[in-house]
């Protein structure tokens, strides 16, 4: 399981406004290209189980990621938690090349990582998905034309849910500060749906299918 485990806590009340989105030609196993596309881990699916365009968009991603190279530098501080978040930036930096195809791609996908900046573990706390959110959203306002703002759009929605989860669970446990903590939920349940409709919106079939699916399922975690 990528990450740490989060507490889920049913987020559907804040995509209620959305409108349905049913994206054509989409794969048929949701959690399979949800978990390699936001947790940015080999995507685990046979031709079988994809309707022709999408096994053309898992092709082209397969073989884009087999001609990565990192285009990050690597830390000068060999300590393992240092090393296993740089290892999950350059994961992530790897599923953007996958995705996108153009001669910017490699710059923006180096620069998305250090700016979202995956932490070691969330150990169960809000801090790891809000700095991820906060990172995200800085490099859209920073490059508000990227190339790979669907991408962006989709993490920040799905790091949304992950964060308010984690945030209800410490409002209930007594943790931090109480007015802090509702404000938190009020800015991310505001900018969950806004993420997730323009992510919807992606001409690629892969970022407009886990952005349906998000919308369907908002949950931090899915099974595989």
């Known amino acids: 399981m990528p990450f740490v485990l989060c507490r889920f806590v049913p987020l559907a009340v804040a995509l209620l406004a959305l409108p349905a989105t049913h994206p054509p030609q989409a794969p048929t196993d ?5 978990t390699a596309l936001l947790w940015w881990i080999p995507l685990q699916v046979e031709p079988s189980e994809l309707n ?32 296993a978040a740089f290892e999950k930036r350059q994961a992530l930096e790897r599923t953007i090349v996958g995705l996108f195809a153009g001669p910017a791609i490699d710059a923006a996908a180096a620069s998305f990582a250090e700016a979202v900046s995956p932490s070691y ?9 809000v700095a991820e959110i906060d990172g995200a959203e800085q490099f859209l306002i920073r ?34 500060d109480s007015a802090s903590n509702l404000a ?4 991310l ?6 993420a997730v409709r323009e992510a919807s919106l992606s001409e690629h079939p892969l970022v407009r299918f886990v952005a349906a699916d998000v919308e369907r399922r908002p949950r931090c975690f899915t099974d595989p």
């Open 30 to 34: 949701a959690s399979k290209v949800r």
């Open 52 to 83: 022709e365009d999408a096994r053309k968009a898992v092709a082209e991603f397969r073989a884009r990621q087999g001609t990565f190279r990192s285009h990050l530098r690597p830390p000068a501080d060999r300590d393992f938690p240092m090393r």
């Open 121 to 129: 573990e969330w150990e169960g706390f809000s801090g790891g998905p």
């Open 143 to 176: 490059y508000p034309k990227t190339p790979i703002r669907s991408y962006a759009l989709l993490l920040i929605a799905h790091r949304c849910i992950c964060a308010l989860d984690a945030l209800q669970y410490e409002a209930r446990s007594g943790s931090g």
């Open 184 to 187: 938190q939920q009020a800015r």
């Open 189 to 194: 349940r505001q900018r969950l749906p806004e």
